[in-house]
């Protein structure tokens, strides 16, 4: 029997939280977690550390690289593995593809792309790496008006990453096709324009697929 380790991923405004919320429920003995996040180390230092209106925005593509893969590796120690150990799926509120789109597409890190690998090849035995990236993708304009009314409903919860212009959203979507280009049979892309219950029905058949798939 394979482990089982699931990522979700979206652009902003992709709807990925509810999403989340819906596939929770679905997979109760599923061990969630997110990231910027995750252990207590993850959560309460790298996550602040992370998305700080102070610090955040100055940093370096590659300080920012370097950062989120320190909570990763984190993550994959104290709960992916874990998890497997239990036979249970691991589910996470994104990943490693969140790095190759936010920090070598969405702020212009080409040159960290093999960086990007090496570290990859760092994140613990192949076993445990991801067995499934679904990744929400919606039109930037579609989902940065989201976003939009999101914030004037709920009034400032954005971090650093949301308030970013079209362009910077824009190039993340590059990266997230290029991701599932290099990584094709493990990505899955789906269309969240449409609505909640379109997208969950996607996302759930894809989820129950792949799970069946690894446990017959
Ligand atoms: P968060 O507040 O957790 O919300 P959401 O996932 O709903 O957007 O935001 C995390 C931000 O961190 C998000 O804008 C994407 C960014 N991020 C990266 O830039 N690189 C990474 O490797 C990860 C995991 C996240």
Redesign the pocket.
């Known amino acids: 029997m394979r482990n089982i380790f699931i990522v979700l991923e979206g652009c902003?405004g992709s709807g990925?939280?509810t999403q989340l919320k819906k596939l929770q429920g679905h997979l109760p003995e599923a061990v969630f977690f997110?990231?910027?996040?995750g252990t207590e180390f993850s959560e309460n230092e790298m996550r602040r550390l992370?998305?700080s209106k102070d610090h955040g925005p100055r940093m370096s593509a590659f300080q920012?690289m370097n950062l989120?893969f320190t909570g990763r590796a984190d993550n994959i120690r104290e709960i992916v593995i874990p998890a497997h150990k239990q036979g249970k799926v691991a589910l996470t509120?994104?990943?490693?593809a969140?790095?190759f789109a936010?920090?070598i597409f969405?702020l212009g890190g080409h040159e960290l792309e093999a960086h990007f690998e090496s570290n990859r090849a760092f994140m613990g035995p192949v076993e445990h790496r991801p067995s499934l990236y679904i990744i929400l993708d919606i039109p930037v304009e579609v989902g940065m008006a989201r976003v939009a009314k999101r914030e004037n409903d709920k009034k400032g919860t954005s971090?650093h990453?949301?308030t970013r212009g079209p362009d910077f959203h824009s190039r993340v979507r590059d990266g997230y096709r290029r991701f599932a280009e290099i990584h094709g049979p493990s990505v899955v892309m789906i269309d969240a324009s449409g609505t909640v219950e379109e997208v969950w029905t996607k996302l759930r058949q894809t989820v129950d697929e792949h799970i069946a798939s690894l446990r017959s």
């Not at 509120?93 to 490693?96: C, K, M, V």
């Open positions: 902003e990925k939280s997110r990231e910027p996040g992370l998305l920012h989120f509120d994104r990943f490693d969140s790095s936010y920090q969405g971090n990453f949301d």
